[in-house]
């Protein structure tokens, strides 16, 4: 049977040209269409079936990745020894998000390694991705799943490297302790309320400022996707703020009085207000906790990725910084940065 498993996935691959690399254990918690994004609602049902078989086979049981790797946690140090890459640069850039991690990983990974050069920039997903694809960077930074044009642009290999949620704030103003569903959050960020008592009249009569990441954010991305692409609305340009990066969406709602955003759970400060969601009218408000989000009960929980145009060659370079991340220290970094580290069962590829 695993025969056929094979076959079957290898020829999905082929017609794609698009290989995704993730583990079985997120499979079972979290969606198919939440880990590759919402966005990407024009790939054919082909995946949606190749997804199913994915789940059979895990409930069989049988572990099944497209590179054939080891179960074993990473150490970053496994590899035969090749004194070439010991001088080398990378280049990483993209989601903001991922931007501490990739950060201190690669001033860790430098310490131990004094020889190696890892450069790493922001700029976004969408840039994260574009970079990865056109060679511009040998490792690009996703806070989340590829959009159709993406998968149509090239071949990607995604490596996912943390937990992370996009949770929704506030200022202080708006009071301490909010709940809002997903489709109120979507009606604020649409336009369709604009002052905090139509929302709830407990809540101050007073004007909304809405804040939002730039266009090609990850972060915008993802969050747009839970809510108001959810509910068929757009996000209304004409009265949002955009900011360029998670620690300016932070600055921007703590300073300003009725303001709601969002940011990466790593970003979250006692001095803006985390906003308890629930997915529909009736059911119950979660908070944006580590617990939360590991359990997949927190509305807007995601993965985070390193993004490869191609299979990463085994003790280059990139595959041994990579190995680093996932490795204990690695993750150790994770956690510090604010993060989930991916579970302890999650099989390496």
């Known amino acids: 049977m695993c025969t056929h498993l094979f076959f079957l996935y290898s020829l999905y691959i082929l017609c794609r040209k698009t290989i995704y690399c993730y583990s079985p254990v997120l499979l079972t918690k979290y969606k198919v269409k939440d880990l590759i994004g919402k966005s990407n609602k024009g790939i054919s049902t082909t995946f949606a079936l190749v997804g199913m078989i994915a789940l059979l086979v895990i409930g069989l049981g049988i572990g099944y990745y497209m590179n054939s790797g080891t179960t074993q946690t990473p150490t970053g140090d496994e590899f035969s020894e090749d004194s070439t890459w010991r001088t080398g640069t990378i280049n990483l850039a993209g989601s903001t998000t991922v931007l501490p991690v990739a950060d201190t990983a690669a001033i860790a990974f430098m310490n131990k390694h004094s020889g190696v ?4 920039q922001g700029g976004g997903s969408g840039t994260g991705y574009a970079q990865a694809i056109d060679g511009t960077v040998d490792i690009g930074m996703g806070s989340r799943g590829p959009k159709q044009k993406e998968i149509d642009a090239g071949t990607l290999w995604l490596h996912p490297l943390a937990l992370d949620a996009v ?36 809540l101050p009569d007073a004007e909304i400022y809405v804040v939002v990441r730039e266009s090609g954010s990850g972060t915008r991305g993802t969050f747009e996707e839970y809510t108001v692409d959810e509910f068929d609305l757009t996000v209304d340009s004409t009265m949002v703020h955009e ?7 932070r600055t921007a709602v703590k300073d300003t ?14 001095d803006v207000v985390a906003v308890s969601l629930a997915q529909e009218e009736g059911a119950d408000y979660v908070p944006a906790t580590l617990e939360n989000i590991q359990n997949g009960s927190y509305a807007i929980s995601r993965l985070l990725y390193f993004i490869t145009s191609s299979p990463l060659e085994s003790g280059s370079l990139a595959d041994r910084f990579i190995s680093f991340v ?12 604010g993060f989930l580290r991916l579970p302890a069962s999650y099989n390496y590829p």
Do not use: H, M, R
């Open 117 to 120: 050069t890892v450069t790493v």
């Open 167 to 202: 949770c929704v704030v506030v200022n202080p103003s708006v009071g301490n302790n909010i709940e809002l569903t997903l489709e109120e959050v979507a009606k604020i960020f649409a336009g369709e309320y604009t002052n905090w008592n139509q929302v709830d009249s407990s």
């Open 243 to 249: 900011q360029p990066s998670n620690p300016a969406v």
């Open 257 to 270: 009085p009725n303001s709601i955003g969002y940011v990466g759970f790593g970003f979250l400060t006692n």
């Open 326 to 337: 996932l490795s204990e220290d690695g993750q150790d970094i994770v956690e510090d940065e």
